[in-house]
């Protein structure tokens, strides 16, 4: 996890937030060797219901996701989202991107994920996408690896093949 690092983070529609907010973690320009020292979160400060604890529920949620595989088979989980999700969006957003060493080179990824409420009144899956690229290229522009929209599984996968693409694209209709 060392050679990982967060460079941006998007939430929406959660407690008060029912506006994207973004926070930013390192400089625009992503070097060969980033310098991540210097760009660490300190603390999150702002007035009483301007989200800041929105922030960090939406960061424990995506944790979840990531690392509970039932996280929202489980009632209470379902409880706990019907009571923070915003009313007014109906739906959270979550969106982070950040590097990665892969040897010598650096990565960026995209990824993002929207929790919404389906006919029977759980909170599922209604959007999930991974994009990547190369972080210090200043042409290459975002590839998408994977996306879900409403159900659907659609994979794509771009491969590079002597300045040849290649479009691989599998659908599974639920």
Not at 4 to 24: A, F, P, Q, R
């Amino acid at each position: 996890m060392k050679d990982i690092y967060l460079t941006n983070y998007s939430v929406n529609g959660i407690k008060t937030l029912d506006k994207t907010v973004s926070l930013s973690f390192y400089k625009k320009t992503i070097n060969k060797e980033p310098d991540t020292q210097d760009y660490n979160i300190k603390g999150i400060y702002g007035m009483n219901g301007s989200g800041k604890s929105g922030i960090v529920t939406s960061v424990e949620i995506l944790r979840n996701l990531i690392i509970d595989t039932g996280y929202l088979n489980n009632p209470v989980a379902q409880k706990h989202l019907d009571a923070i999700v915003n009313k007014k969006v109906g739906e959270l957003s979550i969106e982070a991107e950040f590097i990665a060493k892969s040897g010598a080179q650096l990565l960026l990824f995209q990824y993002g994920i929207t929790l919404s409420k389906n006919k029977a009144g759980k909170f599922t899956i209604s959007h999930e996408c991974l994009k990547e690229k190369n972080a210090t290229s200043k042409n290459s522009s975002l590839e998408i690896i994977y996306e879900i929209c409403d159900g659907e599984i659609i994979f794509l996968c771009m491969v590079w093949r002597k300045k040849m693409v290649l479009w691989l694209k599998l659908e599974i209709r639920r």
